[in-house]
């Protein structure tokens, strides 16, 4: 074997060890650079006719994430200010002829999300379809809610 150079295996070392400190050192500026993870919070609603929470305050860029635990089907609609603006991908909400998002319906256990980007205050109404299998369905009672977005 060859005789290695004690001077050549140094530079080799420390030109490696700069190297790793430099990459270190890119992959720690990329990490401020990152943005706070964007946020989420739930809704529930309940059979009893009840909204957890009613009213949410929310920053801009939340999604909202409706949970149906009531044993009926539920639709959301926007009553006063309209949705005009979200993030990409809504579950169970779609665009209308209007340009405001309407929720399809939200079976029981299933969910609907809406990211908000817009500031203000969106008051909802959430209608209950009655459960078909009752013995004499009634009409339940609207949900209201409101979503304020900062």
Known sequence: MKKVDKKMVMVLLVVFC???FLSLQTVWGEEEEIKPEIQHKVVRLY???????????????????????SK?????????????????SPIRFA?????????????????????????????????REPRRLATVPAELPDMQGKIIVK
Request: aromatic share 10%; glycine share 6%; proline share 1%.
């Open 18 to 20: 700069l190297s790793s």
């Open 47 to 69: 059979e009893q006719g009840d909204i957890n929470p009613k009213n949410l305050t929310i920053q801009r860029g939340t999604t909202v994430i409706w949970i149906n635990e």
């Open 72 to 88: 009926s089907i539920a639709e959301i609609e926007f009553t006063n200010k309209q949705v005009t603006l979200a993030c990409k």
């Open 95 to 127: 665009v209308d002829e209007s340009g405001t998002y309407i929720s399809d319906k939200i079976f029981r256990g299933a969910v609907a999300s809406l990211c908000f980007v817009e500031a203000g205050e969106f008051e909802y109404v959430v209608k």
